[in-house]
């Protein structure tokens, strides 16, 4: 093992059955193949078998703060991630003041504005994290796979100044859109985070979920 690689690696975002078409089982089987100690399941519960930790996760797509303000009060034992698709620059900024909220996804399919150096310190404060979709690094085309980038390293740079957390995901809906630990952190190097960086990042989710405080909006 490789000085200061913090394990487990974890793919913060798969979508098993119904959402895909792979089961939680499988997704975990495969992962731990592909060098994770665990993984995060959209729509799941959470378990634990043979050391593998299945980490369950709520994702909130539509675009509205009461959705995610009702969703972050509700409390799980079992420590689930809230994630939300993130959106407009005023609907991000109000996500990131919701105690209860570890992760905002999808920023590369939003205005360059919708995230800017007020979210990312609110970010930091509330230790929120940006999640890094590898996907379409991987599968994008032409300007559009140039524009994720930039947009990714846009974020890097708020990151390098603010210090809010990532995280590193597949998106994978199949096993066959699954990326193996090691070629997560090849392409978290190409959008300009550090070895060091990005070794955080693929193991970040386990903080993400350690008390952070009641609910609370702050205007």
């Known amino acids: 093992m490789r000085r200061g690689y913090r394990m487990p690696s ?12 792979t089961s939680v089982r499988r997704f975990a089987l495969e992962a731990r193949e592909l060098g994770f100690g665990s993984i995060v399941a959209v729509n799941q519960q959470g378990l ?21 303000i009702n969703s972050a009060r509700q409390k799980d034992p079992a420590g689930r991630l809230l994630i939300v698709n993130g959106a407009s620059n005023s609907f991000n900024r109000a996500v990131a003041q919701v105690r209860g909220v570890h992760m ?40 559009w796979r140039q524009k994720v980038f930039q947009r990714y390293r846009d974020i890097i740079n708020l990151h390098n100044r603010f210090g809010f957390p990532l995280t590193l995901s597949s998106n994978a809906r199949s096993i066959t859109e699954m990326v193996p630990a090691r070629e997560m952190l090849k ?5 300009g985070l550090t070895e060091e960086d990005a070794e955080k990042a693929i193991g970040s989710v386990t903080s993400l979920l350690e008390p952070s405080g009641a609910v609370k909006v702050i205007s």
Do not use: C, Q, W
């Open 104 to 143: 905002i996804r999808h920023l590369h399919k939003t205005e360059k504005n919708s995230f800017d150096h007020v979210i990312a310190r609110i970010m930091a404060e509330n230790r929120v994290a940006v999640d890094i979709d590898v996907k379409p690094l991987i599968m994008g085309e032409g300007s």
């Open 10 to 21: 974890i793919d913060a975002t798969l979508f098993p059955y119904p959402l895909g078409n």
């Open 48 to 68: 634990e078998r043979n050391g593998f930790r299945v980490i369950g996760a709520t994702l909130i797509r539509e675009h509205d703060i009461r959705a995610v």
């Open 187 to 191: 392409l978290a190097s190409l959008i």
